[in-house]
Nanobody
Framework: QVQLVESGGGSVQVGGSLRLSCAAS??????????VAWFRQAPGKERDFVAVISWNTFGRLYADTVKGRFTISKDNVQNMVYLQMNSLKPEDTAVYFC??????????????????WGQGTQVTVSS
């Protein structure tokens, strides 16, 4: 059973940085083709794709809104996925979720493609 637990959220001022962590348990061992993504949901809005990483190919893709500011990375040994967020803006304020699925999907931006989700961690950026 896959379990995802996010941490690292908090409050930061505009221009600041945060690093989110996602502890993934239950994923297959090295050589699997799991995909792990970050989504976010602002109050009153839909949940949006942020970034995705392929577990065994290290391929990474980002939403245009965070490209150049956010970096997704992973530690295959520790089964951790990270989201380094720099140059934060008020519009980055949201609950951030870690999600995973078996194999790669060309529809990686769709939340419906991911059967496994964490509980979310709040990120608040104030001016």
């Amino acid at each position: 059973q896959v379990q995802l637990v996010e941490s690292g959220g908090g409050s930061v001022q505009v221009g600041g940085s945060l690093r989110l962590s996602c502890a993934a348990s239950g994923l297959a061992t090295a050589g699997s083709s799991y995909t792990v993504a970050w989504f976010r949901q602002a109050p009153g809005k839909e949940r949006d794709f942020v970034a995705v990483i392929s577990w065994n190919t290290f391929g990474r893709l980002y939403a245009d809104t965070v490209k150049g500011r956010f970096t997704i990375s992973k530690d295959n040994v520790q089964n951790m996925v990270y989201l380094q967020m720099n140059s934060l803006k008020p519009e980055d304020t949201a609950v951030y979720f870690c999600a995973s699925r078996n194999n790669w999907s060309s529809n990686y931006q769709w939340e419906t493609e991911y059967p496994y989700w964490g509980q979310g961690t709040q990120v608040t950026v104030s001016s």
